[in-house]
């Protein structure tokens, strides 16, 4: 399996902007939506995602979503369990705000006992996860992921962390930063934004917050800010290279951005994209996903991005 999407998948109801009062229902969350994507824009077989679910009509639903995009389905079932609750409101400008139900979720505990998700995690080609990711593992399932990721990148495997930062799913700013900082000096390829940097780091400004991820390890960086210039650092190297952005869109919804942005990234360095081309495909599926509400687009709404990656 090419990329092993790791997180909690969540139900979302997202406000319709002409009847403020009605939600359409939509499987979400971030390391889901970019499992969503990369499937897309991958050859068949491609992704899996691991979690774990309940035996309720819910999780049933979101396991038939991720058949139907065609994502290996790995995720551990826990009887009596339920899956999280979003209910997702945007303004005129397309800015989100959340509601959650999600402390009852079975993806707290997905590597409490999990041998089978042990496993999965080390026979998988690349591994991506996310701040949320590790945010809303139990203490000891957090362990158990930390353990298996330091043993499969010293077995040779990729390891992608996306830092999403969320500060009502930790106890605090200080241990955020103690774990998102463990897991990114594991990382192989770090995706960061400047808004997780200056909230999780109280780094507002760019150069900072690529300063402070360098001290973290050796990892590819692309750390996107806002709307701004993509700055990159290659891996293992000193230096910090800028790619610029195309002009900003207007937003419907800002839903799933960053998550489609790291799976466009993804999808055209498999391709064998250098940088700046990568970060245009990158930033053009998520310009499309902007435009529409909720953080997964309709397939008839995908763009032809124009790759063509190797099985």
């Known amino acids: 399996m090419r990329y092993l999407c790791i997180g909690e998948p969540l139900v979302e109801f997202t406000a319709r902007r002409d009847a403020p009062s009605t939600f359409d229902r939509r499987a979400g969350g971030d390391t889901l939506n970019s499992a969503v994507y990369l499937a897309r824009l991958l050859p068949a077989g491609s992704v899996g995602y ?10 049933a639903w979101l396991r038939e979503v991720l058949a139907e995009e065609g994502i290996a389905d790995l995720c551990g079932t826990e009887p009596g369990g339920r899956p999280g609750l979003s209910f997702i409101s ?4 397309g800015e989100r705000s959340f509601l959650y139900w999600r402390d009852q979720a079975p993806a707290r505990r997905m590597f409490d006992n999990g041998d089978a998700a ?8 690349t591994v991506l996860l996310s701040g949320v990711t590790l945010a809303i593992l139990l203490p000891e399932s957090r362990e158990r992921l930390l353990a298996a990721l330091e043993r499969r990148q010293a077995a ?15 106890p605090d700013a200080a241990t955020a930063r103690a774990v998102i900082g463990r897991a990114a000096a594991l990382a192989t390829l770090v995706l960061p934004s400047l808004d997780d940097l200056a909230s999780c780091f109280g780094i507002p400004d760019p150069a900072g917050a690529m300063a402070a991820l360098v001290g973290l390890g ?5 750390l996107t800010t806002g709307g701004g210039e993509v700055l990159r650092r290659p891996p293992g190297q000193d230096r910090i290279e800028s790619h610029p952005l195309p002009s900003l869109v207007a937003a419907v919804d800002t839903t799933g951005a960053g998550d489609s942005f790291n799976a466009g990234w993804l999808a ?31 397939r008839s709404a995908m ?9």
């Open 268 to 298: 055209a360095c498999d391709a064998g994209l250098p940088p700046a081309a990568a970060v245009a495909i990158a930033a053009r599926l998520a310009a499309v996903v902007v435009a529409h509400p909720g953080a997964v687009i309709p």
């Open 90 to 93: 945007t303004d005129a400008r």
């Open 156 to 170: 040779g495997g990729r390891i992608v962390l996306d830092t999403n930062y969320r500060p009502a799913l930790w």
């Open 50 to 59: 691991l979690s774990r679910l309940g035996d309720d009509a819910m999780s």
């Open 218 to 222: 050796g990892a590819e960086i692309v």
């Open 303 to 311: 763009p032809d991005l124009g790759l063509r990656v190797a099985t």
């Open 118 to 125: 042990l496993r999965a995690v080390a026979e998988a080609g």
